[in-house]
């Protein structure tokens, strides 16, 4: 089973159980970590404290290990809050990457609904299985080893998301396969792709709109309240647009 590790500073460790965990302020003992049953406090060797919390879905797609690149809570939160996605929607998306999106859909449609991934790497589909069982995310999920530019086999689902080089190739299939007020979303680091997409982009679609969202942290203290210095940069564009007949 994850956990997450919050030391002192609020600095962040996705463990498993079982484990000493080395960090730079002391180790923290699996015994003393198995003593916490769900939540809790402990010490370091070093008598610095931790906090022990079960991981959301959120911190383990921020914490955990990334060879591809995903789609973050910042924008699955816009995905899922802008389509209305929730407990038994049918969700199809591609592709499925190490399942950074995937974990979040699933969890918005569990546990009535259901989310087929389509992947044509199979490295990545393991990855992406790995990630979705430590979550007790499996049984919303389904991958399929298949292009999307080759069909889509589902039918009345609602809301496709698309997040591949070439969104436009599965405009076609998307179209057959959304049920009518079913939503379209494509993510693109670039804009040469959103317009692309949007430019082919039958009238059968309407409500049509790209958004890119910008999240700016503050510092709050008794000191002084201002923004922070650092912020996320650019992620993606967010196209959706929504089938009308
Ligand atoms: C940027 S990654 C997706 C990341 C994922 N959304 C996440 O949050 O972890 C793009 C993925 O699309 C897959 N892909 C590329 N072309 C595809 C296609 N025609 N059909 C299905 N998957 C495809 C790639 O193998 C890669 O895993």
Excluded at 44 to 67: I, Q
Excluded at 156 to 185: T, Y
């Amino acid at each position: 089973m994850k956990r997450l590790l919050i030391d002192y500073k609020g600095n962040r460790y996705l463990i498993d159980e079982g484990r000493d965990i080395h960090t730079k302020y002391g180790v923290v003992k699996k015994e003393d970590l198995a003593k916490v049953k769900h939540s809790g406090a402990v010490k370091s060797h070093l008598g610095k404290d931790f906090f022990v919390v079960e991981p959301t879905v959120v911190d383990y797609v921020e914490e955990m290990r990334k060879p591809a690149q995903v789609v973050y809570p910042k924008d699955s939160s816009m995905i899922i809050g802008l389509t209305g996605i929730g407990s038994g929607s049918l969700v199809v998306e591609a592709g499925v990457g190490v399942a950074g999106l995937t974990m979040a859909l699933a969890n918005a449609v569990r546990p009535e609904g259901k989310v087929v991934s389509y992947e044509i790497r199979e490295d990545h589909i393991n990855a992406a299985s790995k990630n979705l069982a430590a979550m007790g995310l499996s049984k919303y999920s389904e991958i399929k080893n298949k292009s999307i530019y080759d069909g889509i086999d589902e039918q009345n689902v609602d809301m496709i998301v698309l997040d591949l080089g070439e969104p436009w190739l599965a405009i076609g299939h998307a179209l057959k396969a959304l049920k009518v007020g079913g939503h379209l979303v494509s993510y693109s680091p670039s804009v040469e792709q959103v317009k692309k997409f949007v430019l082919a982009l039958p009238k059968d679609f309407r409500e049509v709109r790209t958004i890119e969202f910008i999240l700016r942290e503050w510092e709050v203290s008794s000191e002084r309240m201002r923004p922070n210095t650092r912020m996320i940069g650019h992620t993606g564009f967010l196209t959706f647009a929504r089938k009308v007949c």
